[in-house]
């Protein structure tokens, strides 16, 4: 531990808050503030929002947000560098034509000892005669292979249908660029939301409604009047819950980033 979660504990029991006057005052979760105090990270939804809560938290404790983010990193493993290995040398392989000729040299080798052992024991014809060596292999020269023509597909077989082929299987479509939050209302809530910049959302909807927006780089939640009452998806993952019924929540922030972290 490196020590960034005591001086939080110390600098709000200095201050003399409690941890749920505390998540009034920063709008982050009791169980986050006591994680970040205990430095257990791991239930936190990611490094984004670590980064981010951290940041928060101690600039409402009066404490410098870069030496607490510091901290954290100076506690963080790094992960091992994956070690690569050189590929495996190719075993080079003999030509197929050096073969034969080998087996061809050795025939003729022996055919000479045969007939000089006869010659020497005295005999008058030799035991082999009107014997031709077989021509010495060449390379074999490589030809393309040539496919055979394909059958035209007469109109029976166009029109059956191919069965227990696993190309047939429609591809699921890919995600495109940029972010789709999908918003649903499970108690009435005001809330203005922002699309790049742009105002998409402002007024008040009741329980069962559901919105959606799209943008390329951002989607910032303005205000949003009961946290409590929003459940938020983004590109079909689910964003965690930003507060308890009837809290206000003020500039919450979707990007690519958060996307990452979920």
Same mark, same amino acid.
Not at 48 to 53: E, L, P, S, V
């Given at each position: 531990?490196?020590?960034?979660?005591?001086?939080?504990?110390?600098?709000?029991?200095?201050?003399?808050?409690?941890?749920?006057?505390?998540?009034?005052?920063?709008?982050?979760?009791?169980?986050?503030?006591?994680?970040?105090?205990?430095?257990?990270?791991?239930?936190?939804?990611?490094?984004?929002?670590?980064?981010?809560?951290?940041?928060?938290?101690?600039?409402?404790?009066?404490?410098?947000?870069?030496?607490?983010?510091?901290?954290?990193?100076?506690?963080?493993?790094?992960?091992?560098?994956?070690?690569i290995? %050189?590929?495996? =040398?190719?075993?080079?392989?003999?030509?197929?034509?050096?073969?034969?000729?080998?087996? @061809? $040299?050795? +025939?003729?080798?022996?055919?000479?000892?045969?007939?000089?052992?006869?010659?020497?024991?005295?005999?008058?014809?030799?035991?082999?005669?009107?014997?031709?060596?077989?021509?010495?292999?060449?390379?074999?020269?490589?030809?393309?292979?040539?496919?055979?023509?394909?059958?035209?597909?007469?109109?029976?077989?166009?029109?059956?249908?191919?069965?227990?082929?696993?190309?047939?299987?429609?591809?699921?479509p890919?995600?495109?660029?940029?972010?789709?939050?999908?918003?649903?209302?499970?108690?009435?809530?005001?809330?203005?939301v922002?699309?790049?910049?742009?105002?998409?959302?402002?007024?008040?909807?009741?329980?069962?409604?559901?919105?959606?927006?799209? %943008?390329?780089e =951002?989607?910032?939640?303005v205000?949003?009047?009961?946290?409590?009452?929003?459940?938020? @998806? $983004?590109? +079909?993952?689910?964003?965690p819950?930003?507060?308890?019924?009837?809290?206000v929540?003020?500039?919450?922030?979707?990007?690519k980033?958060?996307?990452?972290?979920?």
């Amino acid at each position: 531990m490196a020590g960034e979660g005591k001086m939080l504990h110390e600098a709000r029991e200095g201050k003399g808050w409690s941890l749920q006057y505390a998540e009034e005052i920063t709008k982050i979760r009791v169980r986050y503030l006591q994680a970040m105090e205990e430095e257990n990270y791991a239930i936190l939804p990611g490094v984004a929002y670590i980064k981010g809560f951290l940041r928060t938290y101690s600039k409402h404790l009066g404490l410098n947000p870069e030496e607490i983010l510091e901290m954290y990193r100076s506690s963080v493993i790094p992960e091992a560098a994956p070690t690569i290995e %050189a590929p495996l =040398k190719p075993i080079k392989s003999r030509p197929l034509w050096l073969r034969p000729t080998i087996a @061809t $040299l050795m +025939g003729v080798l022996a055919l000479t000892i045969v007939i000089g052992v006869a010659h020497f024991s005295g005999q008058e014809k030799p035991m082999v005669t009107n014997y031709s060596p077989a021509p010495l292999p060449t390379e074999p020269k490589e030809e393309a292979a040539k496919e055979p023509a394909k059958e035209p597909a007469t109109n029976n077989q166009a029109t059956q249908p191919i069965q227990n082929n696993p190309a047939n299987v429609v591809a699921a479509p890919v995600e495109a660029d940029g972010l789709t939050a999908q918003l649903i209302f499970s108690q009435p809530c005001w809330l203005v939301v922002k699309s790049d910049g742009q105002q998409v959302l402002e007024g008040t909807y009741s329980s069962g409604t559901t919105k959606e927006i799209k %943008a390329k780089e =951002k989607i910032e939640f303005v205000t949003i009047g009961n946290a409590g009452g929003l459940t938020i @998806t $983004l590109n +079909g993952k689910a964003v965690p819950s930003l507060g308890s019924s009837g809290q206000v929540i003020r500039g919450y922030t979707l990007t690519k980033e958060s996307l990452e972290s979920l």
